[in-house]
């Protein structure tokens, strides 16, 4: 019989919610560094869409650009809560 060790003996010995957590924490911070990086141009798009001189495709474009950054946010809020709680130990009283 072999004598398995290490990462595998961890990840086989864990329950698939845990590992389900892992995995959201892992995208949750991709899409935050994402977040990070691409602030400066939400900060463009922001003042761009109250600004009287646009044009109506330049309007459009930049309220589908603040559209995406609410639900890239909402995604990431969500996989960290998730993530975070199905990764916790469990304290029995």
């Keep these: 019989m072999q004598n398995h060790t290490g ?3 961890i ?3 864990m329950n ?3 590992i389900f957590g892992y995995l959201f924490i892992i995208v949750a911070v991709i899409l935050t560094l ?3 990086v691409l602030l ?3 900060m ?3 003042p761009a ?3 009287n001189h646009s044009s ?3 309007i459009a474009y930049n309220l589908g650009y603040i559209t995406y950054w609410i639900i890239h946010s909402i995604i990431t809020i969500i996989l960290w809560r998730v993530g975070i709680r199905w990764t916790k130990k469990h304290q029995l009283n």
Excluded: M, R, S
Aim: net charge positive.
């Design 44 to 46: 463009k798009a922001l």
């Design 34 to 36: 994402a977040i990070i």
């Design 11 to 13: 990840f086989t010995t």
């Design 56 to 58: 109506g495709y330049e």
């Design 40 to 42: 400066p141009q939400f």
């Design 49 to 51: 869409v109250f600004n």
């Design 7 to 9: 990462f595998f003996v």
């Design 16 to 18: 698939p919610k845990k």
